[in-house]
């Protein structure tokens, strides 16, 4: 079955950028889209972007609109968030999962195969 391990997460103060990774392992590649979603302790989680792969495209969350981008790597296996101009706000535990629909639903209903997720802090 797919794995998702997600990394490069870390610590940075406001306005600084980060670059998260979600690797897929496993030879079969049953789905359609890959979303990213965080939650802070005591929230609930919440969908980020997500990457349909049929046309290639994206969504974001009014939030993070002009600030972060999704985009997949070279092969299906990898989707990176490039996050930049980072607020305090944007810290907490980011997951990446497969939407085996490609229906990109914030909710996060339909996505399975959750990773271990990624620490993001951003403080001064």
């Known amino acids: 079955q797919v794995q998702f391990v997600e990394s490069g997460g870390g610590s940075v103060q406001p306005g600084g950028s980060l670059r998260l990774s979600c690797a897929a392992s496993?030879?079969?590649?049953?789905?359609?889209?890959i979303g990213w979603f965080r939650q802070a302790p005591g929230k609930e989680r919440e969908g980020v972007a997500c990457f349909r792969y049929i046309g290639g495209t994206t969504y974001l969350v009014d939030s993070v609109k002009g600030r972060f981008a999704i985009s997949r790597g070279s092969a299906k296996n990898t989707v990176y968030l490039q996050m930049n101009n980072l607020k305090p706000e944007d810290t907490g535990v980011y997951y990446c999962?497969?939407?085996?629909?490609?229906?990109?639903?914030?909710?996060?209903?339909?996505?399975?195969?959750w990773g271990q997720g990624t620490q993001v802090t951003v403080s001064s």
């Open positions: 496993g030879v079969t590649l049953d789905y359609f889209a």
């Open positions: 999962a497969a939407d085996r629909k490609g229906s990109c639903l914030r909710s996060g209903e339909g996505y399975y195969s």
